[in-house]
């Protein structure tokens, strides 16, 4: 008659399933941590895409609104209706929204600027002619900017960095309700590189439009 033994694993059968085990483990989280870095990689891109969209959007409404209007700044001088000049830009827009039905203008004086931490701002005044001690509403469009060049089109086709783009025509109280053709932007930002984009204005759209 023989004995009856109790069946279990032997030392070396545990060690090699702690070992399976262990690999599997490492693996899940592997494949756990691989997955939860493309969700996070896939919603910064879906984020800084949809920030592009809407600094292009928030441009492109502005200056397809762009009105030959000129101001006065806080020292009661003119200031051109389109101002250009290193790199930054000013100019008045109609088609400001008025929801609430106040008194003011739907005409509106907006500022681009490139600022020192790489933020593409926005400024906007609640008064066309300012006073001195107004303060401009502030927003952030665009983070990550690298450079940004403004240039302009003249009538004649010329591009320049400046405009107006002579003296003669900043003095010219005539010439100051004067805009450019057309506006080109080019922007190097994080991580699209550069973007170049093309604004016509509407005073020449309409001009080209009633052209025989």
Same mark, same amino acid.
């Given at each position: 008659m023989k004995n009856s033994s109790s069946s279990g694993f032997t030392l070396l059968e545990l060690l090699v399933a702690v070992a399976i085990f262990a690999l599997l =483990?490492? =693996?899940?989280?592997?494949? /756990?941590? *691989? *997955?939860?870095?493309?969700?996070?990689?896939?919603? @910064?891109?879906? &984020?800084?895409?949809? !920030?592009? !969209? @809407? &600094?292009?959007?928030? /441009?492109?409404?502005?200056?397809?609104q762009a009105i030959g209007r000129s101001v006065r700044n806080e020292y009661g001088d003119p200031v051109a209706a389109m101002v250009i000049k290193n790199n930054t830009f000013d100019v008045t827009r109609t088609g400001w929204p008025n929801p609430m039905q106040q008194a003011r203008s739907q005409l509106q004086r907006v500022h681009y600027e490139l600022n020192s931490k790489g933020e593409l701002i926005r400024l906007s005044w609640q008064q066309l002619d300012r006073e001195r001690g107004s303060k401009p509403q502030q927003s952030v469009l665009l983070k990550q900017v690298e450079t940004i060049q403004i240039k302009a089109y003249s009538g004649s086709g010329a591009l320049v960095q400046e405009w107006p783009s002579t003296q003669n025509q900043a003095s010219n109280a005539a010439l100051l309700d004067e805009l450019p053709r057309a506006i080109e932007i080019m922007i190097t930002v994080k991580p699209w590189g550069e973007i170049r984009r093309y604004f016509r204005l509407p005073q020449h759209v309409e001009v080209a439009k009633s052209a025989t």
């Open positions: =483990g490492v =693996g899940s989280y592997r494949l /756990l941590a *691989t *997955t939860i870095a493309t969700r996070d990689m896939a919603h @910064k891109h879906d &984020a800084d895409l949809m !920030q592009l !969209q @809407k &600094a292009l959007t928030t /441009l492109n409404r502005d200056l397809s």
